[in-house]
């Protein structure tokens, strides 16, 4: 059982690589958006201060807007990542889940051949 283990474990550790490195994706994006919509509302307040009455309703924009799209772009990033998550969960339980009956079935023959 120890020899099977051994040689199933490079599969399981490749499996478990790629749902690390989604599931820090699905953690990252949404920080990433924060991050653009603080950096929008500070240009926005930028403006704000720097701009006359006037003028004001072109520089609020483009701030506010700034904000919005990178919020968005993290949430457009972390939805979807969030579920090819879930599904690499699945699919590497179902995996080890297999793997763990191939065991079984080959030691279960050994003993019987013994």
Known sequence: ?????????????????????????VILAPLVGLLGTVMGMIETFDA??????????????????KAL??????????VPGLIIGKILDRKEENLALDFEQI??????????EI
Do not use: H, N, W
């Open 69 to 78: 799209f990178t919020t968005e772009l993290g949430l457009v990033v972390a």
């Open 103 to 112: 065991t079984d079935i080959i030691c279960t023959k050994e003993e019987d």
């Open 48 to 65: 704000l201060q720097s701009s006359s009455m006037f003028s004001q309703g072109t520089s609020i924009s483009g701030g506010i807007s």
């Open 1 to 25: 059982r120890y020899y099977i283990y051994d040689a199933l474990f490079p599969y399981m550790m490749a499996i478990g690589k790629y749902s690390t490195m989604v599931k820090t994706i």
